[in-house]
Nanobody, 123 residues
Framework: QLQLVESGGGLVQPGGSLRLSCAASGFTLDHNAIGWFRQAPGKEREGVSC????????NYANSVKGRFTISRDNAKNTVYLQMNSLKPEDTAVYYC????????????????WGQGTQVTVSS
């Protein structure tokens, strides 16, 4: 069974950091672009970042540029999202999702999704 599992969420103060992980089971991530999306209560899901299957290409939402960094370790079958300088507006459930090879900002293009991990930024 193909599965993505997110971890690393939690409660952090403004200005703090978290590292989210997206681990795959049942398939390898080698040929998959991985996107991170988030959804806050009452808001639409939005794309946060994406990394291509090769790791060469990455993209970020304007709201997180310079603060978040996406990376991948194919040997561990895991993609990471390092989140620094967190703000209250970063509070959301974060999801990772997979699609073949190249990134997309269109969520329906991603076929496999994790269950999400809650990130709460609050003092």
């Amino acid at each position: 069974q193909l599965q993505l599992v997110e971890s690393g969420g939690g409660l952090v103060q403004p200005g703090g950091s978290l590292r989210l992980s997206c681990a795959a089971s049942g398939f390898t991530l080698d040929h998959n672009a991985i996107g991170w999306f988030r959804q806050a209560p009452g808001k639409e899901r939005e794309g946060v970042s994406c990394i291509s299957s090769s790791g060469v290409s990455t993209n970020y939402a304007n709201s997180v540029k310079g603060r978040f960094t996406i990376s991948r370790d194919n040997a561990k079958n895991t993609v990471y999202l390092q989140m620094n300088s967190l703000k209250p507006e970063d509070t959301a459930v974060y999801y990772c999702a997979a699609k073949r090879y190249i990134c997309s900002t269109y969520a329906p293009n991603f076929g496999s999704w994790g269950q999400g991990t809650q990130v709460t930024v609050s003092s």
